[in-house]
């Protein structure tokens, strides 16, 4: 059964009524977004297996927010936002672990089930395009949105416009950290996720401890408390994140870095160090503003949402306005 959260907030302002979805590998976020910006309740609804599966529960939710009273909604476009390799300008999972997919034309088969035009993106992309238009990095030239939770994953923003590669940018989290480190679940050794993910955080917490914890947040209140082996775990944790983050700044000089994704929750607590860390090894380079996030937990259902916007705006451009 889904559940819905939040009243409906005005936060896109003025144009197309969409709908957005966020696929992930145990619920989909939904909303619908009005012509005047305004967000309904987002709702979260377990993700079934299997992609025709997802498509059905999809068509039951554009009808469901379509029949909200508070939202006067006649979509013009959808937007969809899924983990993985995703090929945007395809509309094509390449492969999503979470979801068991591989080559799935989600957008193909979304549009000939919603007879509307379809946008898909992948998810930390989206949350990175939500950020850059109306979040914590609205107003910088270029910014990358670092997202840490049970994976590391992140998108670089250049002038409003997340880059792709092709479906294949992004994934920081399987960059070498520590090439006599931990084998990661992809098969490298040393990825910076066996080190400073939400989940490697509370794993070796474990195995430096022998206290079994739910997750990195317990670690990082043990850490707070004095604990000296939660202490040296999250202070790895810091350093690996500065590492890999100081390569990308000397690559790329983004304007800004935004640290979002669950660990995010700690605040000044992790972005206050890694800001500090980050300083300390960077030389003659540009300096970026070291940032928390701000579009929260449902950045990647606003992402889709402005990329059904953009997409909407695109398709009536191309037909002189008539759409």
Same mark, same amino acid.
């Given at each position: 059964m889904s559940r819905t959260l939040r009243p409906p907030v005005r936060l896109l302002g003025g144009g197309d009524a969409v709908l957005a979805l966020d696929i992930g590998g145990t619920q989909i976020k939904s909303a619908a977004v009005d012509a005047d910006g305004r967000i309904d309740a987002v709702r979260r609804t377990p993700t079934p297996w299997g992609p025709e599966a997802v498509v059905a529960a999809i068509a039951d939710l554009a009808r469901a927010h379509a029949r909200?009273?508070?939202?006067?909604?006649?979509? !013009?476009?959808? @937007?969809?936002? &899924?983990?993985?390799?995703? %090929?945007?300008?395809?509309?094509?999972?390449?492969?999503?672990?979470?979801?068991?997919?591989?080559?799935?034309?989600?957008?193909?088969?979304?549009? !000939?089930?919603? @007879?509307?035009? &379809?946008?898909?993106?992948? %998810?930390?992309?989206?949350a990175a395009?939500?950020?850059?238009?109306?979040?914590?990095?609205?107003?910088?030239?270029?910014?990358?949105?670092?997202?840490?939770?049970? @994976?590391i994953c992140g998108a670089l923003v250049i002038d409003g416009t997340p880059y792709s590669g092709g479906g294949y940018a992004g994934e920081i989290g399987h960059a070498v950290a520590d090439p006599q480190g931990e084998r990661c679940p992809c098969g490298a050794v040393g990825c910076l996720e066996t080190i400073a993910s939400a989940s490697a955080i509370a794993r070796r917490y474990t195995a430096a401890s022998g206290i079994a914890v739910g997750g990195a947040r317990e670690v990082f209140d043990a850490a707070q408390r004095g604990d000296r082996h939660a202490a040296a775990v999250w202070a790895d944790a810091v350093t690996a994140l500065a590492q890999g983050i100081a390569r990308l700044v000397a690559a790329f000089a983004p304007h800004a870095v935004v640290v979002g994704g669950g660990l995010a929750q700690a605040g000044e607590a992790l972005v206050g160090p890694l800001r500090a860390e980050l300083d300390q090894m960077l030389s003659f380079h540009r300096r970026p503003f070291v940032l928390s996030a701000r579009c929260g937990e449902d950045a990647g259902v606003v992402g889709a949402a402005i990329t059904a916007r953009d997409l909407a705006s695109a398709l009536r451009a191309g037909a002189g306005g008539r759409v």
């Open positions: 909200r009273n508070e939202v006067d909604l006649r979509p !013009r476009s959808v @937007g969809v936002c &899924v983990p993985g390799l995703v %090929d945007e300008s395809r509309g094509v999972v390449r492969y999503a672990s979470n979801l068991g997919w591989q080559d799935v034309s989600l957008r193909r088969m979304l549009e !000939r089930e919603l @007879g509307l035009p &379809v946008s898909v993106q992948h %998810d930390v992309r989206a395009l939500a950020e850059s238009r109306i979040g914590a990095a609205y107003g910088y030239p270029s910014a990358l949105v670092v997202a840490i939770g049970t @994976g």
